[in-house]
Each structure stands twice: as structure tokens, then as C-alpha cells.
Antibody, heavy 120, light 109 residues
Framework: QVQLVESGGGVVQPGRSLRLSCAAS????????MHWVRQAPGKGLEWVAI????????YYADSVKGRFTISRDNPKNTLYLQMNSLRAEDTAVYYC?????????????WGQGTTVTVSS | SSELTQDPAVSVALGQTVRITCQGD??????ASWYQQKPGQAPVVVIY???NRPSGIPDRFSGSSSGNTASLTITGAQAEDEADYYC????????????FGSGTKVTVL
């Protein structure tokens, strides 16, 4: 079945780096734009970044621009989020999500999330 | 960047109708999509585009839009509809940046 599985979360000190992965299965990964969305504890959803189907275009929320990098490896069916210079306010559950095939502005498939905690 | 405003909470009696609204300038140009999130779970899309329901979403969920306001209506709310609901749209600039509303907690009484 269509599935996204995130991994790579954990506890990290402020200023350090972490790379998240999102393994896709059950669909043609290389055909879809992909997103990262996060949710701080007890808070709402925050869009983080998007990458086009071929990796040629990337856009970021202002809150992470210059610190986070979204990338993908289509032969490996995997999406990544490289997070550098982490701050306490980056503590959140991070979800990867697929672009809805009939509406590029919607997200139709979500992973279960991976938790990132930034703390000394 | 764009902002989307939602009421923090709304309650509805079992079997009755509830409308959740989302306001923002970007909604004059782009449709909202709506996501249901239950505690400890990932969001699930319930409405996207003009008024499209993904497979498996009950037809009691519907969407509409007018001016700068998008609405999600649950007609005949069920106990299992109790959840947080978030709207989302593209930024009004047209660049593929996205924004979520602050979320509405729906309580079914």
C-alpha cells in the first residue's frame, strides 16, 4: 500500500545537526513533489519545505531558510531533510507528505512522523 | 507571508451540523485543503480543491469558499469526527510556499 515512513529523529543539542529520512513505497515516488511539515508539542501544523518531483526546485518556510535543506534520492525512493544549526524552537514532530496528484496544493499521504527534540 | 485564521474551538451536538471557517487573503486566489488530526495521529486530508473528498472520507464532509473565507462543513456530525481541523493553502504570492491555519478543535457533544 501507499506509505511514507519517517526516521532519523532524536534528541540533539542546540547548534547541532540532524538528518531526517522519509522512505516511500507503493507509488511512483519520482513523479510527485514532496513536503515536510512539522508540529511543535501542543501546537498546530507548520509547513517547512517542498521539493519538486525531480529535485530541481526547492522552497522553504522563512523559519528554516538557510538552516534546513530538503533533498531526495529518487532511485532510493527517499526524501531527506538536513537540519543544521538547530534551535529549541525546532523541537517538533516532523512529517513528510506527498503532493495530492489531482491538486498540487494539497497533501494526500502523510507519514506517521518522527520526533526531534532540541535540548541541552 | 500569508496567514490563515481559524476559530480555536467549536462544539456540535451529535448528528447536528457544524461549519468551520478559515480566513485569509490567499483564499481569494487558491482553494483551501482541510486536514483532520486526532490525538497522536498524523493529519488526514478530508477536503481539497473546490470540494473534493478523497476516497474513504464520508460524504458528510464538504467544503466551500467565498471571497477570503473557506469553510468545512460536517453535516450530521458523528462522535468519531471529534478532532482538530486545519486549513491550508498556497501563499498568495503564487510561489510554492504554504501556510496552515491555527486549527479548530471540534468537540462532539
Amino acid at each position: 500500500q501507499v506509505q511514507l515512513v519517517e526516521s532519523g529523529g532524536g534528541v540533539v543539542q542546540p547548534g547541532r545537526s540532524l538528518r531526517l529520512s522519509c522512505a516511500a513505497s507503493g507509488f511512483t515516488f519520482r513523479s510527485y513533489a514532496m513536503h515536510w511539515v512539522r508540529q511543535a508539542p501542543g501546537k498546530g501544523l507548520e509547513w517547512v519545505a517542498i521539493i519538486s518531483y525531480d529535485g530541481s526546485s526547492k522552497y522553504y518556510a522563512d523559519s528554516v531558510k538557510g538552516r534546513f535543506t530538503i533533498s531526495r534520492d529518487n532511485p532510493k525512493n527517499t526524501l531527506y531533510l538536513q537540519m543544521n544549526s538547530l534551535r529549541a524552537e525546532d523541537t517538533a514532530v516532523y512529517y513528510c507528505a506527498r503532493e495530492e496528484p489531482l491538486d498540487p496544493d494539497a497533501f494526500d499521504i502523510w507519514g506517521q512522523g518522527t520526533t526531534v527534540t532540541v535540548s541541552s | 507571508s500569508s496567514e490563515l485564521t481559524q476559530d480555536p474551538a467549536v462544539s456540535v451536538a451529535l448528528g447536528q451540523t457544524v461549519r468551520i471557517t478559515c480566513q485569509g487573503d490567499s483564499l481569494r486566489k487558491y482553494y483551501a485543503s482541510w486536514y483532520q488530526q486526532k490525538p497522536g495521529q498524523a493529519p488526514v486530508v478530508v477536503i481539497y480543491g473546490k470540494n473534493n473528498r478523497p476516497s474513504g472520507i464520508p460524504d458528510r464532509f464538504s467544503g466551500s469558499s467565498s471571497g477570503n473565507t473557506a469553510s468545512l462543513t460536517i453535516t450530521g456530525a458523528q462522535a468519531e469526527d471529534e478532532a482538530d481541523y486545519y486549513c491550508n493553502s498556497r501563499d498568495s504570492s503564487g510561489i510554492p510556499l504554504y501556510v496552515f491555519g491555527s486549527g479548530t478543535k471540534v468537540t462532539v457533544l
